[in-house]
C-alpha cells in the first residue's frame, strides 16, 4: 500500500511570497490533514477534511493560509504571503472514515520543509 | 488550550540502557499513541492506547494508559542504535467531536551511544 506523498520536500522562499504544498493521501482515507511543525516542536493541526468538507481549520492563520481538497483525494496547502515565522515542516496525514467513536491511526507523509528567508 | 507536556526533552544513553520517558497533562484524554519521527520523515504510529490503565508492549517497547487519563508513558528496555529520533506523545482529547483530533508533545529527542 503507497503511503501519503507530499511535494516539494523543500521550498525556500523570500518573505511575503506565496508557496503550495500538494498531498495525496492513502487510497481510500477519508480525513485528511495538514499540520504545521516548527522546529523543535510536535506537529500541530491546521486543518482537517473529512471527504472534501473541513471539519477543523480552528488554528489554521486564515488571513494567509489557505487549503482544499476539491474532489475530496488530493489536497493544497497554500501560504500567502509567506512571514518569517512560517519557517517549518508541513506535514500532510491521513486516516480511513470515521465512526462515532471510534479513533483511526493517523498516516503522516515525509512533510514539506519549508525556509521563508 | 489543551497541552501535553512531555519530558525528559532529550536523553543520551549508552546501547543497552532503558529508557522510559512520559506525557502529563491537566485534561483528560481518550486515546494516547506514542509515534517516533527519524530526520526528514513523518511520525510513525508506535503504540496506540484506547482505555485508562492499559499496558500493551510492542517488541521491546511497552506504553501505558494513566488510570487518571491525563498522563502516559513509554519504556524502550535494550536500547540499539536504530532507537535514535524523535519519540512524541499525542493525545486523543476527551471532547472533540468524534474527528479523530491529536494534540501533540514536544518530544524526547533520544541518542544512543554505541
Known amino acids: 500500500e503507497a503511503g501519503v506523498a507530499q511535494s516539494p520536500r523543500y521550498k525556500i522562499i523570500e518573505k511575503r511570497q506565496s508557496v503550495a504544498f500538494w498531498c495525496n493521501p492513502i487510497s481510500g482515507h477519508a480525513t485528511l490533514y495538514w499540520y504545521q511543525q516548527i522546529l523543535g516542536q510536535g506537529p500541530k493541526l491546521l486543518i482537517q477534511?473529512?471527504?472534501?468538507?473541513?471539519?477543523?481549520d480552528s488554528q489554521l492563520p486564515k488571513d494567509r493560509f489557505s487549503a482544499e481538497r476539491l474532489k475530496g483525494v488530493d489536497s493544497t496547502l497554500k501560504i500567502q504571503p509567506a512571514k518569517l515565522e512560517d519557517s517549518a515542516v508541513y506535514l500532510c496525514?491521513?486516516?480511513?472514515?470515521?465512526?462515532?467513536?471510534?479513533?483511526?491511526?493517523?498516516?503522516f507523509g515525509p512533510g514539506t520543509r519549508l525556509t521563508v528567508l | 488550550g489543551q497541552q501535553l507536556n512531555q519530558s525528559p526533552q532529550s536523553m543520551f544513553i549508552q546501547e543497552g540502557e532503558d529508557v522510559s520517558m512520559n506525557c502529563t497533562s491537566s485534561s483528560i484524554f481518550n486515546t494516547w499513541l506514542w509515534y517516533k519521527q527519524d530526520p526528514g520523515e513523518g511520525p510513525v504510529l508506535l503504540i496506540a492506547?484506547?482505555?485508562?490503565?492499559e499496558l500493551t508492549s510492542n517488541g521491546r517497547l511497552t506504553a501505558q494508559f494513566g488510570i487518571t487519563r491525563k498522563d502516559s508513558f513509554l519504556n524502550i528496555s535494550a536500547s540499539i542504535p536504530s532507537d535514535v529520533g524523535i519519540y512524541f506523545c499525542?493525545?486523543?482529547?476527551?471532547?472533540?467531536?468524534?474527528?479523530?483530533?491529536?494534540?501533540f508533545g514536544a518530544g524526547t529527542r533520544l541518542a544512543v551511544h554505541p
Open positions: 496525514a491521513s486516516s480511513p472514515r470515521l465512526a462515532e467513536g471510534d479513533y483511526n491511526e493517523q498516516f
Open positions: 492506547l484506547y482505555k485508562a490503565g
Open positions: 477534511f473529512q471527504n472534501n468538507g473541513v471539519v477543523d
Open positions: 499525542a493525545g486523543g482529547p476527551e471532547f472533540s467531536g468524534g474527528y479523530n483530533k491529536l494534540i
